[in-house]
């Protein structure tokens, strides 16, 4: 039996499985993306799959410090729209 890999939510700071989160990833193009495969190149930052950690992650600007850059509202709202 494999050991499961375990990662930590940046908002909640709780860990979990890394298949129950969400990785959001900072591309070599300095883009902001939704990483479905969890295999994207780039620096990684992991999110719990519920709305109100994403809506706090906004609110706390959790993101732009995982992540070191300026993550856009937009992105956010893509964020809501992925969960809907």
Known sequence: MRKEP?????????QFPKKDLLRIVLTPENTVEIDETGRKNGRGAYLA???DIIEAAKK??????????KVDDS???ELFEYFK
Do not use: I
Request: proline share 0%.
């Open 60 to 69: 706390t600007r959790a993101l732009d410090r995982a992540l070191k850059t």
């Open 49 to 51: 799959k519920r709305l």
């Open 75 to 77: 992105f956010y709202d």
């Open 6 to 14: 375990m990662r930590k939510c940046v908002v909640s700071q709780e």
